[in-house]
């Protein structure tokens, strides 16, 4: 049995322990809390987008204004309404214009019956003339009396074209009366539906002249074919071209997207805006009921896809640090830093070429204090990404 001094020197050094590894315990690096993702197999698309938001457009859309102002008449239409091609959409007064095409239609049957009258005096005149160089061959009337018969018998033909001509000039008056009627009415150039009205019966409607920003009479919309405009930075307009795949997002429709194709690269640079050259790009739906009723003026993006490759490596590309590194959780509690080699990349995944396999593990939480090769970290929260 101990004797009571080594047993005192025992207690005390068993306490000296557990205060020095209190203090240990109390001293130790915390681990940090960070974020882990598992690196998995799936799609790695290369995409670009517009650089600011685009629009729905209507493949037909056209802002009316009669050719000539004046008061209106009559308003055929309701905004809203749909309409055919060739149907009447509006008419400004014009009774003085009518005036004068129904006094034209009245010179021209008056000039028909002139026509009538001097061709069959005509007609006459070339018979009494046929009878006269018969009567001359028979020696019974001079040659003077038939020349004076068939003088008489071209003017009378002469007057018959004449009348003819005074029939195809008040025709030509009544053709440029309709046309003057024609630049105080307005019929719709295709089918489509009536946007928007400017002005009610009794207004005074304004032409809109070169130059100068009137407001048209009517819009009209053909809304059965829409597209998508959008502006694309001029940097990535060579990578476009007609016909590649894109998806398509409509703010009015958060968290979708819609399959489709470009259809048009614009040819020319535009700056709207200093310093912000942008290209132009059109792009359709591949099934344009996908979305269900969408409204012209809608604000879209474009998102064209350059690349894709399936099945391959793919690493979060919020874990990517400056130069190609990530920060992997090890097996020992603590991040290691990975150099790798890279390929396609986008907002979300980025190919991994070489440097990591799937099942390895890296860090997505970058932006938090202490974060760095060589710390202890913990778990806060594993997750798979699903594979596409």
């Known amino acids: ?86 149907q ?24 028909k019956k002139r026509v009538a009258e001097a061709c069959t005096v005509a007609a006459n005149a070339e018979r009494e003339a046929e009878r006269q160089s018969t009567l001359r061959a028979k020696g019974f009337v001079s040659s003077a009396k038939e020349d004076a018969a068939r003088s008489e018998a071209q003017a009378k033909r002469a007057g018959c074209d004449a009348a003819k001509a005074d029939v195809a000039q008040t025709q030509a008056k009544v053709n440029a009366t309709r046309v003057e009627q024609g630049r105080t009415i307005l019929y719709a150039p295709f089918d489509g539906t009536i946007a928007k009205i400017v002005g009610e019966v009794g207004e005074y409607s304004t032409p809109s002249p070169p130059g100068v920003p009137t407001p048209p009479a009517i819009d009209l919309i053909d809304d059965s074919c829409l597209y998508v405009k959008a502006p694309m930075d001029e940097v990535d307009a060579p990578k ?51 979305p269900g009723k969408l409204l012209v003026g809608y604000s879209a993006d474009i998102e064209v896809i350059l690349a894709i490759r399936e099945n391959v490596v793919r690493v979060p590309t919020s874990a990517l ?39 390895d593990r890296v860090v997505t939480s970058l932006e938090r204090d202490g974060v760095k090769a060589g710390a202890t970290f913990s778990t806060e929260e594993t997750a798979t990404p699903a594979s596409k």
């Open 321 to 359: 640090l400056e130069g190609g590194r990530v920060l992997v959780g090890g097996a020992d509690g603590k991040l290691a830093e990975r150099k790798m080699k890279t390929g396609l990349a986008n907002w979300e995944y980025t190919e991994v070429i070489e440097g990591l396999a799937a099942g």
């Open 88 to 111: 009447l959409l509006m008419k400004l007064w014009n009774d003085d214009q009518q005036a004068q095409s129904t006094l034209a239609l009245t010179q021209v049957e008056t000039a």
């Open 240 to 290: 476009i071209l007609a016909g590649q795949i894109v998806r398509i997002s409509f703010d009015a429709l958060p968290k979708k997207s819609f399959p489709g194709k470009v259809r048009r690269v614009a040819p020319y640079v535009s700056t709207v805006e200093k310093q912000a050259r942008t290209v132009d790009i059109e792009a359709t739906l591949d099934n344009p009921d996908a």
């Open 1 to 86: 049995m101990p004797s009571p001094l080594i047993r005192t020197i025992l207690l005390s050094l068993a306490a000296a322990i557990l205060v020095a590894t209190g203090l240990w315990w109390a001293g130790r690096p915390k681990p940090i809390p960070v974020v882990l993702k598992e690196i998995d197999r799936g799609r790695v698309e290369s995409s670009i987008a517009n650089t600011r938001a685009g629009t729905v457009e209507a493949c037909q859309r056209t802002k009316l204004s009669t050719i000539m102002g004046g008061r209106i008449e009559l308003l055929a239409v309701k905004e809203g309404e749909r309409v055919k091609k060739g």
